[in-house]
C-alpha cells in the first residue's frame, strides 16, 4: 500500500479563486469511447473538484490501474 504523504502549498489567493484556477487547467474524469485515453477533452490533467476538494491524475493513452492520484483541499490561512 501506498505511503501518504502530506504536502502544504501556499498560495497568494484565497481558496474559491484557486478552485477556480485549478478547474480551468483540468478536464473532468468522465469516460467517452471517442477517445484515445477513454476520456473526455484534450487537457493533460484529469479530476474532479467537489467544493474546496479535489483529486487529480495524468490523463494516460494506457492502462494503468496503480498509477498515482492527488488528493487535496484548499483551505484559507489563519
Not at 24 to 49: A, C, V
Not at 52 to 65: D, G, P, Q, T, V
Amino acid at each position: 500500500m501506498a505511503k501518504k504523504l502530506d504536502i502544504v502549498l501556499h498560495s497568494d489567493y484565497p481558496p474559491t479563486t484557486s478552485i477556480a484556477r485549478l478547474a480551468g487547467q483540468i478536464d473532468l474524469d468522465e469516460r467517452t469511447l471517442f477517445s484515445f485515453s477513454g476520456y473526455k477533452g484534450k487537457k493533460p490533467i484529469l479530476g474532479r473538484i467537489a467544493g474546496n476538494e479535489f483529486r487529480l491524475h495524468k490523463r494516460r493513452y494506457w492502462r494503468n490501474s496503480f498509477g498515482p492520484v492527488l488528493f487535496g483541499q484548499m483551505i484559507a490561512d489563519g
